[in-house]
């Protein structure tokens, strides 16, 4: 699925204007930072995007790796963050050199979509190995077979009316559906998850999961799970 590693790597639409993307990436911010178990956390995101609001999540605790696979975005990470000793910017690949149980926190928020199911299984075996006992992944937005694009726009136009970007949404939506977005989306198309699929697939990985009452980001109709190593 490298079409969607270069779809995020191009000048794309899919935040609809610079407040949204604020908006987008302070949401998802502020979950992580409930997830952060402790001040001394090492905190993986893996696929993080532009994670603008990294540094407050640093900020709550020890190290935050931001692995991304776009080497565009990846270089706007590193010019970002370069000078906060806190974070550290890696490739997906780079990540199989982090040490084994080394991590408390390891979040994937609106990735596993992208994924064919041999990467997702090979992101969770990364993640497995590198989580400590008693560590945890967060699995997040992830789509349920029944659920289609329509809620996906419910839930940016609500968000644009919450923050005052209705306007510039509804001019957003109109862009994208001209735009690569929806022509990939329809052509590779995204993957979808039942509860029970995902949560067999984490079993196999070597997790204990459940679905968490609510979903990490702005769509509530779609899951977050939580995952522990099981022992
Ligand atoms: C919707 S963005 C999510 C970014 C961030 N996690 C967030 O919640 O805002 C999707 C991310 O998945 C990455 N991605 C796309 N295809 C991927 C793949 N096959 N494997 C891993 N990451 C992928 C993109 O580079 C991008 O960073």
Known sequence: MDDWIDYYDSTHTIYVSKLHRDVHFRVIANDILAYVPSPEAV???YSCGEALFAAQVAAACQKLVLAEPAPGVRGRLTARFGPNPKIVV???DELAQLPDQSTDLAVMISVAQYMTAAELEGAFA???RILKPGGRLVLGDILRPEVGAATDVMALL???VKNGFLTDALWGLARTALSDYWQLRQSIGLQR???ADMLARLK???FEAKLAPKNVGYNPARMTFLATPRS
């Open 90 to 92: 890696r490739s997906l």
């Open 193 to 195: 998850y039942s509860e």
């Open 126 to 128: 990364l993640m497995r």
């Open 204 to 206: 196999t990985a070597g």
């Open 43 to 45: 905190v993986l995101d």
């Open 158 to 160: 609500k968000l644009a």
